[in-house]
């Protein structure tokens, strides 16, 4: 049965960081894309960003893109999304995904598995 668990999430100032983790399990994690995705109150999910299976690539949304690095160790079948210079228009759950294709997606109905996200929200 695969698991992915999301850790990492919580109350934090606009502004400060926070590193969320995504533990995986029962799935060849080395063979899966990666992605992690977010979801308002009252909006659709949303892609954050991807990276390869490798961690030699990395994809990210344009509202994201200089603060929010994503990256993965293998060995520890973890993804990460290292959060910085938060806003509170960050303020969302965020899922962890994984799909086993190559190319790069964003529509989260490509995604084969999901963790059950966890809650950040940023303060002004």
């Known amino acids: 049965q695969v698991q992915l668990v999301e850790s990492g999430g919580g109350l934090v100032q606009a502004g400060g960081s926070l590193r969320l983790s995504c533990a995986a399990s029962?799935?060849?994690?080395?063979?899966?894309?990666m992605a992690w995705f977010r979801q308002a109150p009252g909006k659709e999910r949303e892609f954050v960003a991807s990276?390869?299976?490798?961690?030699?690539?990395?994809y990210l949304a344009d509202s994201v893109k200089g603060r929010f690095p994503i990256s993965r160790d293998n060995a520890k079948n973890t993804v990460y999304l290292q959060m910085n210079s938060l806003k509170p228009e960050d303020t969302a759950v965020y899922y962890c995904?994984?799909?086993?294709?190559?190319?790069?997606?964003?529509?989260?109905?490509?995604?084969?598995?999901w963790g059950k996200g966890t809650l950040v929200t940023v303060s002004s």
């Open positions: 029962g799935l060849t994690f080395g063979a899966y894309t």
């Open positions: 990276i390869s299976r490798s961690g030699s690539n990395t």
């Open positions: 995904a994984a799909y086993i294709e190559r190319r790069f997606k964003t529509d989260p109905s490509n995604m084969d598995y």
